[in-house]
């Protein structure tokens, strides 16, 4: 059983920057596909990028892109989500996500561990 632990939230003001990490534990970490998503008040859970297995390949939301970059450290089981230019719109709790499938050419794929998600929140 993978675990999944979200760290870096906070409050940040428009136009900052923030970085969250996300250890894993409990599995082999590069075998995992690893994602963020995100859901803010009143709304659905939305994708937001996607790294493979030996980070060549990452797929973002056309939210985020040229925003957001999405990386990892297999020596170090975490993943990491730099967010840059950071918009009210960007205010959610982020969650982690793992898959044993291939969820970057298959958006649709099913992630089969989640973290427990880190508030981000962005003021005006």
């Known amino acids: 059983q993978v675990q999944l632990v979200e760290s870096g939230g906070g409050l940040v003001q428009a136009g900052a920057s923030l970085r969250l990490s996300c250890a894993a534990s409990g599995g082999t970490f590069s075998s995992l596909v690893m994602a963020w998503f995100r859901q803010a008040p009143g709304k659905e859970r939305e994708f937001v990028a996607a790294i493979s297995r030996s980070a060549v390949t990452r797929r973002y939301a056309d939210s985020v892109k040229g925003r957001f970059i999405i990386f990892r450290d297999n020596a170090k089981n975490t993943v990491y989500l730099q967010m840059n230019s950071l918009k009210p719109e960007d205010t959610a709790v982020y969650y982690c996500?793992?898959?044993?499938?291939?969820?970057?050419?298959?958006?649709?794929?099913?992630?089969?561990?989640w973290g427990q998600g880190t508030q981000v929140t962005v003021s005006s």
């Open positions: 996500a793992a898959s044993r499938y291939d969820a970057v050419l298959y958006p649709s794929s099913p992630y089969d561990y």
